[in-house]
């Protein structure tokens, strides 16, 4: 839900959302979180929700 709420607010990347999520981590946890992102986005893709351009996390995503 979360994640679907920052797509709204016009956040499209993995990065940019991972960041309005999770602004106190940084480095390493950081990259860990950018990887549940890009898995949550994924999964909202499959259901219809999201969907995307562009090559993996690199991409854009935008709320369907």
Do not use: M, R, W
Request: glycine share 10%.
């Amino acid at each position: 839900q979360q994640v679907l709420q920052v797509l709204q607010s016009g956040k499209t990347t993995v990065k940019d959302i991972t960041s309005e999520i999770y602004p106190e981590l940084n480095g390493f946890l950081f990259a860990v979180a950018k990887g549940q992102t890009y898995a949550h986005l994924l999964k909202l893709e499959k259901e219809g929700k999201v969907s995307s351009q562009g090559e993996g996390q690199y991409g854009t995503f935008k709320a369907q």
